[in-house]
């Protein structure tokens, strides 16, 4: 009896493990197609039976790291040499070595690696002379950071308009720098890898004896008349934080053919006493006499294993570039093709011979009220695309929101531009039929906003 007990007791119990793991199966596709209705379509069907394309990727999946890094990274944790001065006589470390393949990869001399490239922009003003309270010029359209790098040097902020383009506007900055004739140093910011008329604007800094220095973060691989940019001001900051070409979670670089700028870098970097002995892209010696003396320690090195983790994307920055584009232009002809009439997408300026579009702008356009922009970001976000509006009240993009440096005069042009523009990003390791995807959510969700507003 007590064998038939135990017999009963063990297939009750193998028939309710079945049942649980079935219910467990059950239960977890159900939670998966509430989680993601569009788990196995990228379609979606309306209450009113209308077929409606769905983005079922993460619009915030950065650029993986290539297997290459992981020997190396590991290595550098066995050894605990993450300092980039912890090396032997005669050695070259990872830091130095991803300095020489950065400045080589943009055509600069000089190159010192930073923890952000908010450090290189601050170090960007205080190395080419900026005084306590100076004024310096820059976008109005740019990133927050750019501000806070000013405000950070001891300067006092003075915006330019930006244009329906995206970028400065030479006009403008004539008419700025003429009503502030105490003003030394124009920082232009390439938002969104977009470049503006770099000699007009060249020349419009040099008629008013104003130091020319720009914000290259999103502008990695771009070329202004046949050089990469950052060459036609006198130095120039890249970022290697997360979302850009080059991703070491963050990190940046000042570049530069000016041996002082470098020299000085280097120190306020944390190059102390004969530490710049130990880098292999600054000047002599010659320019840092009396330097780490006089000048602060700022400790805003690179470590090696951030260099560790840029160094192999340095290598695969021209396919991914020609990915990007290619991507982006076939977008921009099926956003043309379709919805033309109602958008406009921010034209590259002549003399940008490469661009780099890793990221995808639009303006709606003026017949799209407030109301209706804010209708067109629900539909697109409904349907698996968050689209971002540069003038949100609280994006970090938009001028309003820099307290800390707040505009003091109107910018009619920017507000205007930026209550309309429109934002997206093209993650790499998404598959072609993603990008149909994204396109088809953009042209359907401003579809169905025309449509509700035109029975109205």
Known sequence: DQTKTKS??????????????????????AEALLTNPMKSSTSTTTPFGVDRAYVTRDIKTPDPVPEEAYEETLGLLKTGRMYRYNI??????????????????????????????????????????????????????????VPSAIEHAGGKAVYVESNYDHVMCPDDLEKKLTANPDCKHVLIS????????MDKIKEISDKHGATLLEDCAHSLGVQWQGKHTGHVGVACGISSQSYKMINSGEGGFLLTDDPDIAAKTAVYAGAYEKLSTKHTTVPG??????LPTSLPNYSLRMSNLAASVIRPQMKTLEPRIELYNKRYWKIVKVLEERIGEHIQI???????????HDSIQWNLKSHFTPEMTQEFLEECGAHGLPVELFGHKSNARNFINWGFAPAEEPLPMTADMLARACDCRMPLMW???????????????????????SDQ
């Open 8 to 29: 009963s007791i063990i297939q009750f119990t193998m028939h309710f493990t079945k049942l649980a793991v079935f219910s467990l199966v059950a239960l977890t596709g």
């Open 88 to 145: 032997a006589p005669g050695e070259k470390s990872v830091v130095s070595m991803c300095e020489e393949e950065v400045a080589a990869y943009t055509g600069h001399k000089y190159c010192v690696a930073l923890n952000s490239c908010g450090s290189a922009l601050m170090l960007l003003l205080k190395t080419s002379g900026l005084e306590p309270g100076g004024k310096v010029i820059s976008n109005a359209f740019t990133f927050g950071a």
């Open 190 to 197: 390439h938002m969104r890898g977009k470049v503006a008329d």
């Open 285 to 290: 010696l010659e320019h840092f006499e009396g």
């Open 346 to 356: 921010p034209e590259d300026t002549p003399g940008m011979n490469v661009p780099v």
């Open 431 to 453: 598959d072609d039929e993603d990008f149909d995807d994204m396109a088809n959510v953009i042209c359907e969700s401003i579809e169905s906003v025309l449509a509700k507003h």
